[in-house]
């Protein structure tokens, strides 16, 4: 190479290769738009007010771009979670078991769409849902069972749900009561993100203002209670599912944690006291070096706002701690163990990116729930990762890269842009409700599709390299009376336990959301009580009314 300029190495260099290799110059971007050179140098550092040396920095120093501790895996490994949840609770009890032997090192539940709303397994709207995509959980008693045999002090678990969270929240709590574990030995994170519910999800059940009350009434009573708890776990990867790039789980992620934060402050939060406790939850998708450059985005943001914007001044509330699954919407049908490599690719991601914890999802999701095979396959991806690859042997890797530095780089200065125009709508709440973010991601995922099915955007075995092939076999068969048995537990439970009790507590619990109350300490009276999931959800929309799909969506 020229010791000269990047310019005389793309006319001396570049400029005869374009003639030998045609079918190579075309336009490259990455899934975000951003546009890919074929040479980074220091110069595409520059501009925007940027220091490279000082940007890139060091890692465990502000702003946290290569890490927000200084050794990274050198000094302890990725928590390695794979998410499950199906059936009952008893099974769901022995796949976590299962794991955990495999050497899995924290649990992760999925659960059920009724208990996501707020129904218990014998509600009219739950038939044909019960235990399908996630575990059912009604009352303590299931959680007792899910949780029977793990000890809670011991092992880090959590838990994928929010419009009912604080319920969940409590029914932990209770379960870990009833294992002579208190509620400051407890770790773990619950996700209580209900607003991007709103915007992709769509698990909500009670409309946005009063959901933020309850999600701030998590933040008090953990700050003061549970303080080894996160208490909230701003996610980006549902919106990606839906369609979003790289630049709107930025923008948008932390669109959502800024009105988390405000309303936190409102109801006279002191900032260093919660954020420490608030983590985020991100996709790892194919593009290998934009998912990385993401990450490391990611960490410098959420640094500039919680100093500048907040004014935090303990260091841990500046401090962007995430966990990350490999990307669901990306596994196919067609070839399944195709799938195999893309997780493994998207896994890679997370690692080099310093992701805290990783889920890595199986080969034969695209078709069912994953075997217990399938699971420890996705398990042992991560174990080769994390001691064989070598990635998790220095503190970001790809740190000084000039492409992944110019991506973080654009991808921070884009994803700010997406923040300015939020701003402009009045915060993400108003935003929300004019289907503004709903928009740009439904936006993101047309031209997606567009260019699969015009062959503009290559998916190896479903629009490229096509083979005929046998039917999957060895699928994961669920038990045809699981929800039967689940609906008769539930419907037993309200027979058997003290209705005066449970009336007592329900009444009080109408009374503190009517009012201006910590509403936990009310649910976990609940839930000690044998009140149902769905009674208590109930409660809340008699008082906060219930959530409807919004017309401007």
Same mark, same amino acid.
């Given at each position: 190479?020229?010791?000269?300029?990047?310019?005389?190495?793309?006319?001396?260099?570049?400029?005869?290769?374009?003639?030998?290799?045609?079918?190579?110059?075309?336009?490259?971007?990455?899934?975000?738009?951003?546009?890919?050179?074929?040479?980074?140098?220091?110069?595409?550092?520059?501009?925007?007010?940027?220091?490279?040396?000082?940007?890139?920095?060091?890692?465990?120093?502000?702003?946290?771009?290569?890490?927000?501790?200084?050794?990274?895996?050198?000094?302890?490994?990725?928590?390695?979670?794979?998410?499950?949840?199906?059936?009952?609770?008893?099974?769901?009890?022995?796949?976590?078991?299962?794991?955990?032997?495999?050497?899995?090192?924290?649990?992760?539940?999925?659960?059920?769409?009724?208990?996501?709303?707020?129904?218990?397994?014998?509600?009219?709207?739950?038939?044909?849902?019960?235990?399908?995509?996630?575990?059912?959980?009604?009352?303590?008693?299931?959680?007792?069972?899910?949780?029977?045999?793990?000890?809670?002090?011991?092992?880090?678990?959590?838990?994928?749900?929010?419009?009912?969270?604080?319920?969940?929240?409590?029914?932990?709590?209770?379960?870990?009561?009833?294992?002579?574990?208190?509620?400051?030995?407890?770790?773990?994170?619950?996700?209580?993100?209900?607003?991007?519910?709103?915007?992709?999800?769509?698990?909500?059940?009670?409309?946005?203002?009063?959901?933020?009350?309850?999600?701030?009434?998590?933040?008090?009573?953990?700050?003061?209670?549970?303080?080894?708890?996160?208490?909230?776990?701003?996610?980006?990867?549902?919106?990606?599912?839906?369609?979003?790039?790289?630049?709107?789980?930025?923008?948008?992620?932390?669109?959502?944690?800024?009105?988390?934060?405000?309303?936190?402050?409102?109801?006279?939060?002191?900032?260093?006291?919660?954020?420490?406790?608030?983590?985020?939850?991100?996709?790892?998708?194919?593009?290998?070096?934009?998912?990385?450059?993401?990450?490391?985005?990611?960490?410098?943001?959420?640094?500039?706002?919680?100093?500048?914007?907040?004014?935090?001044?303990?260091?841990?509330?500046?401090?962007?701690?995430?966990?990350?699954?490999?990307?669901?919407?990306?596994?196919?049908?067609?070839?399944?163990?195709?799938?195999?490599?893309?997780?493994?690719?998207?896994?890679?991601?997370?690692?080099?990116?310093?992701?805290?914890?990783?889920?890595?999802?199986?080969?034969? #999701?695209? *078709?069912?729930?994953?075997?217990? !095979?399938? +699971? &420890?396959?996705?398990?042992?991806?991560? =174990?080769? /990762?994390?001691? $064989?690859?070598?990635?998790?042997?220095?503190?970001?890797?790809?740190?000084?890269?000039?492409?992944?530095?110019?991506?973080?780089?654009?991808?921070?200065?884009?994803?700010?842009?997406?923040?300015?125009?939020?701003?402009?709508?009045?915060?993400?709440?108003?935003?929300?409700?004019?289907?503004?973010?709903?928009?740009?991601?439904?936006?993101?995922?047309?031209?997606?599709?567009?260019?699969?099915?015009?062959?503009?955007?290559?998916?190896?075995?479903?629009?490229?390299?096509?083979?005929?092939?046998?039917?999957? #076999?060895? *699928?994961?068969?669920?038990?045809? !009376?699981? +929800? &039967?048995?689940?609906?008769?537990?539930? =419907?037993? /439970?309200?027979? $058997?336990?003290?209705?005066?009790?449970?009336?007592?507590?329900?009444?009080?619990?109408?009374?503190?959301?009517?009012?201006?109350?910590?509403?936990?300490?009310?649910?976990?009276?609940?839930?000690?009580?044998?009140?149902?999931?769905?009674?208590?959800?109930?409660?809340?929309?008699?008082?906060?009314?219930?959530?409807?799909?919004?017309?401007?969506?």
């Amino acid at each position: 190479m020229p010791s000269g300029s990047k310019e005389e190495w793309t006319r001396e260099t570049l400029g005869p290769a374009i003639g030998r290799y045609p079918e190579r110059q075309e336009k490259f971007v990455t899934d975000s738009g951003l546009d890919i050179q074929p040479l980074y140098a220091p110069e595409d550092l520059a501009g925007n007010g940027r220091e490279y040396h000082r940007d890139v920095g060091y890692p465990g120093e502000y702003p946290y771009t290569r890490g927000v501790q200084p050794n990274s895996y050198r000094g302890r490994m990725w928590t390695m979670r794979q998410y499950s949840g199906y059936s009952t609770a008893e099974e769901t009890n022995r796949r976590f078991r299962y794991l955990l032997e495999q050497g899995q090192t924290g649990l992760s539940v999925a659960f059920d769409l009724p208990t996501q709303i707020g129904y218990d397994s014998d509600h009219p709207r739950a038939l044909g849902e019960t235990g399908k995509v996630g575990v059912p959980i009604c009352s303590l008693e299931d959680m007792e069972v899910l949780f029977q045999g793990i000890p809670l002090d011991r092992v880090s678990t959590s838990m994928t749900i929010n419009a009912t969270a604080s319920i969940l929240l409590c029914l932990y709590i209770a379960a870990a009561k009833k294992q002579g574990v208190g509620q400051d030995k407890i770790s773990g994170t619950i996700q209580n993100d209900i607003l991007k519910e709103y915007i992709a999800r769509g698990t909500y059940a009670y409309p946005p203002r009063p959901s933020m009350r309850l999600v701030v009434d998590v933040f008090k009573y953990c700050a003061e209670s549970v303080p080894r708890w996160n208490t909230i776990s701003v996610s980006g990867y549902h919106m990606r599912e839906a369609g979003a790039t790289a630049v709107q789980e930025l923008a948008f992620t932390f669109a959502n944690a800024i009105a988390y934060v405000e309303a936190a402050i409102g109801a006279g939060l002191p900032v260093d006291e919660f954020a420490p406790r608030v983590s985020f939850f991100f996709v790892a998708q194919n593009n290998l070096f934009e998912e990385v450059a993401k990450f490391r985005a990611a960490r410098r943001m959420w640094a500039k706002i919680m100093k500048e914007r907040f004014g935090a001044q303990d260091s841990r509330s500046m401090m962007l701690r995430f966990h990350t699954q490999t990307a669901g919407v990306s596994l196919t049908a067609q070839q399944p163990d195709n799938n195999l490599i893309r997780c493994t690719v998207q896994a890679l991601a997370a690692v080099l990116g310093g992701s805290q914890s990783l889920h890595v999802n199986s080969r034969d #999701e695209a *078709l069912a729930l994953p075997t217990e !095979e399938s +699971a &420890q396959l996705s398990l042992r991806t991560q =174990q080769i /990762l994390a001691f $064989e690859s070598g990635a998790a042997d220095v503190v970001d890797p790809l740190g000084g890269s000039y492409y992944v530095e110019s991506l973080t780089n654009q991808l921070e200065d884009a994803a700010f842009k997406y923040l300015e125009r939020i701003e402009e709508m009045g915060g993400t709440v108003d935003a929300i409700e004019q289907g503004f973010q709903m928009r740009e991601i439904g936006e993101s995922a047309y031209q997606h599709r567009r260019e699969v099915e015009a062959g503009d955007r290559t998916i190896v075995g479903v629009n490229q390299y096509v083979t005929g092939e046998p039917p999957f #076999e060895g *699928l994961l068969q669920l038990d045809p !009376e699981a +929800a &039967q048995k689940q609906i008769q537990g539930v =419907q037993r /439970l309200r027979k $058997e336990r003290d209705d005066s009790q449970v009336q007592a507590a329900l009444k009080r619990l109408t009374v503190v959301a009517q009012g201006s109350d910590n509403t936990v300490p009310a649910i976990l009276e609940c839930v000690e009580s044998y009140c149902t999931l769905g009674e208590i959800s109930q409660v809340f929309r008699d008082v906060f009314g219930e959530q409807e799909q919004m017309a401007s969506f």
